[in-house]
């Protein structure tokens, strides 16, 4: 039995790693010409920027690959305590605690590299599918720009940019229209020197609608700083070093201060392709057998989250339980795809969705989501317990439900009181 893998990103790694364990030949086609060294290249453009890995996808990922994680630190990749990142939200610095999360810090190309030289695919680089090949209502390979490769199983996995819903609208099978989220959201990052006495991680969130502008510095392997600058709601920032500098310098957090000595190692790179958008391959109507489709593919989410790899990741294990891949089973399998991205959807589009609505004209839901966020980034600049279980929940590792408790809210209700009381008295007018 043969499955090929369309695409060579995380998603498709992934996938042929799992695949491998129940076909007898697995071949990844990836239209890049691909490098054994880790750098940026053509057909993952977001590689230049900033990529955290959620503490679930590290967890799935050293599953997958033991001692990939030790494998990483010794090439220069930094594992700290997730707890431990210097985070600035719009009501202040978060309290930063142990949270026995261990979270990798590195580059999207050391990450990819590793993972691709550990999967045992035959990987085929400089290879561009152009649509799919059928016998009648089953897919049984793919079209390339060379020719045709028989399979007995399609998994699409080649991103952002993928051609799946055009290839099966040539054979009749239309997929239904997308749905969209759109943060506008704008990345601009540059590389820099660091020195040894560099945090780690410092990072100045954004959030609708009224804090547009955030920034993240990570340092990578290669004793260097990723710098990235982030602009939603359309205030994206610019590529030129002195706009990118003075974008930076308009940050509420000390991101301009860090970098002021450092020497720049590269341009300005600009991403603003950033809308989260999934589409329901589940409800296409006569979606065919042999064919089913995983991570950006089937859902992109706006990157500020950082969920993108973690969901491929729980998408690949879906491969080790799912055997059926008939048109039913395919179809079957991408509900399943579709379930493991709702939590990662529910949170980022909910969030983004002021960004939508904009600042002046939130509907009411969306008044009490911005409320409620309000209260979390009060309590989270408070309370190392709640950062703690707050954490949990943004990097997948629980879920959100663990959230929804009577002692949460308590101390939510708490922070509230205690902030309000506080804006009162620096305002001069005495609390209730
Ligand atoms: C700016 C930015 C920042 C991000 N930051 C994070 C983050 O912090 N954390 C996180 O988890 N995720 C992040 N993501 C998302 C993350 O990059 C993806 O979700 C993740 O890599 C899974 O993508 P994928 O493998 O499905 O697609 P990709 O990684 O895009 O890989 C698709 C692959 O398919 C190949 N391909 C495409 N078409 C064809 C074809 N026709 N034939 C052959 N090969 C083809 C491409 O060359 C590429 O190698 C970010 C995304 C962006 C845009």
New binding site residues.
Partial sequence: MKAVV?????????AARVLGETYDDVVV????KLSDQPEP??????????????VR?GEIMEGLFPGLRDELVQAGAHLMDAGEMRILNPLGWVASTTSGLPLLVLS?PLL?THIRRRVTAKIVDD????GLSFRGSTVDGVL?RDGRVDADLVVD???????LPAWLAEAGIVVPEPSEVDSRTG?A?RLYTASEDFPVVVAESLAAPHTPRGGIVMRIEGDRMMV?AQGAGGDHPPRDPEGFGRFLDSLRGPIAEMIADAEPLTPVYL?A??ASRRIAFEQTRGWPGGLVA????VC??N??????????AMAALLFRQHRDFSAKGCQEFQRKVAKTAQGAWTLSSNADQGWVDGAHAPGPIMRAFGWFMKKWQGALTHDQDIFRRFLRVVHMVDSPATLMNPVVFRRLAKYSRQDRDRARRRAGSSPR
């Fill in positions: 369309i695409g060579g990103g995380i998603a498709g790694l992934l086609l990836e239209r890049d290249r053509a057909g993952v453009p977001q590689g230049r920027h900033v990529h955290g890995l959620l996808g999207r990819e290879t561009h599918v152009t390339t996995a080649s991103g952002r940019s993928s051609k990345y990052t990235t991403f392709r950033t995983v991570g950006d593919a992109v989410f990157p500020v989250y950082g969920q993108g790899m973690t969901v491929a």
